[in-house]
T-cell receptor
Framework: EAGVAQSPRYKIIEKRQSVAFWCNPI?????LYWYQQILGQGPKLLIQ????????DSQLPKDRFSAERLKGVDSTLKIQPAKLEDSAVYLC????????????FGQGTRLTVV | GENVEQHPSTLSVQEGDSAVIKCTYS??????FPWYKQELGKRPQLIID?????GEKKDQRIAVTLNKTAKHFSLHITETQPEDSAVYFC??????????FGKGNQVVVIP
């Protein structure tokens, strides 16, 4: 079974620039998550999709972050404009439909904002 | 929302000894408690999980205990080995599959 795929693996941008991350979940997984993991901390949920609908985006800084999952499969997370404090690893995860099923993580995208 | 706390932040143990990591959660409606292991530069991976209808679960050298009344759960690693060195995250979730993670524990196994 192929895992969760993310790209790019690394990205360095200047503050105020824009950046986009891509995630392809495990085939058949209805739930997709985007997490932000700042160095030395646990993953913080940014947004959760069920198919192509948003379940939870309460911790997404909506003035600069946006995410979509138009066809209920792949997802993109965008930051515009980036700030220094956005430097983190952005992890995508997916899980099967159903209550409290295992979340499988991708390798993440390490973003550095300079 | 759910708030998960982990203690201690760093734990050093001699190879062969046991390691215990404790987590507390705030939302009494949470009913699913997974533990993830993250090695340096790698993705978090599930090592064990427990649901609220059981108090303990064991898988070889790893066990998890849950105390719903006190709202805490613990990870126990016995006979630690160098490959157990990693950051361990606890998490909690209610019926909406919304996983809230703790800040993580760095476990260092000293050969």
């Amino acid at each position: 079974e192929a895992g969760v795929a993310q790209s790019p693996r690394y990205k360095i941008i200047e503050k105020r620039q824009s950046v986009a991350f891509w995630c392809n979940p495990i085939s058949g997984h209805a739930t997709l998550y985007w997490y932000q993991q700042i160095l030395g901390q646990g993953p913080k949920l940014l947004i959760q999709f069920q198919n192509n609908g948003v379940v939870d985006d309460s911790q997404l800084p909506k003035d600069r972050f946006s995410a979509e999952r138009l066809k209920g499969v792949d997802s993109t997370l965008k930051i515009q404009p980036a700030k220094l404090e956005d430097s983190a690893v952005y992890l995508c995860a997916s899980s099967q439909k159903g209550q409290n099923t295992e979340a499988f993580f991708g390798q993440g995208t390490r973003l550095t904002v300079v | 929302g759910e708030n998960v706390e982990q203690h201690p932040s760093t734990l050093s143990v001699q190879e062969g000894d046991s390691a215990v990591i404790k987590c507390t959660y705030s939302d009494s409606a949470s009913n699913y408690f997974p533990w993830y292991k993250q090695e340096l530069g790698k993705r978090p991976q599930l090592i064990i999980d427990i649901r609220s209808n059981v108090g303990e679960k064991k898988d070889q050298r790893i066990a998890v205990t849950l105390n719903k009344t006190a709202k805490h759960f613990s990870l126990h690693i016995t006979e630690t080995q160098p490959e157990d060195s990693a950051v361990y995250f606890c998490a909690a979730s209610g019926g909406n599959n919304r996983l809230a993670f703790g800040k993580g524990n760095q476990v260092v196994v000293i050969p």
